[in-house]
């Protein structure tokens, strides 16, 4: 489940765990990079839903310019379940590309 709050300018990734738990990652706004509408490779090639949305979260650790900083990115699906075809992909990408850059 992702929770974008623009009041606080946070994006809450909730993760199912085992047992019914869940953990909670929150992020800036500013840490999403991208947003990403991926063809689906697993998908069969006559398949019309084989799209996927997926948000991109940009991470660092350390000082830079030292030699123990680290910049990494993360890729998050918007969803496992669900696929689109590329126009509905792209249209929930684009929704999501407004609502993070909109005051």
Same mark, same amino acid.
């Given at each position: 489940?992702?929770?974008?709050?623009?009041?606080?300018?946070?994006?809450?990734?909730?993760?199912?765990?085992?047992?019914?738990?869940?953990?909670?990652?929150?992020?800036?706004?500013?840490? %999403?990079?991208?947003?990403?509408?991926?063809?689906?490779?697993?998908?069969?090639?006559? =398949? +019309?839903?084989?799209? !996927?949305?997926?948000?991109?979260?940009?991470?660092?650790?350390?000082?830079?310019?030292?030699?123990?900083?680290?910049?990494?990115?993360? %890729?998050?699906?918007?969803?496992?379940?669900?696929?689109?075809?590329?126009?509905?992909? =792209? +249209?929930?990408?684009? !929704?999501?590309?407004?609502?993070?850059?909109?005051?």
């Amino acid at each position: 489940t992702i929770i974008l709050d623009r009041s606080q300018q946070e994006m809450t990734l909730k993760k199912p765990r085992w047992f019914f738990r869940s953990t909670a990652e929150v992020y800036d706004f500013q840490d %999403v990079t991208e947003i990403r509408v991926e063809r689906d490779r697993t998908a069969n090639r006559h =398949q +019309e839903r084989c799209c !996927r949305v997926h948000l991109v979260v940009s991470h660092s650790e350390g000082v830079p310019l030292t030699p123990n900083y680290i910049q990494y990115v993360q %890729v998050y699906p918007l969803s496992e379940a669900y696929r689109y075809n590329q126009q509905q992909a =792209q +249209e929930i990408a684009d !929704r999501i590309r407004a609502f993070l850059k909109s005051d």
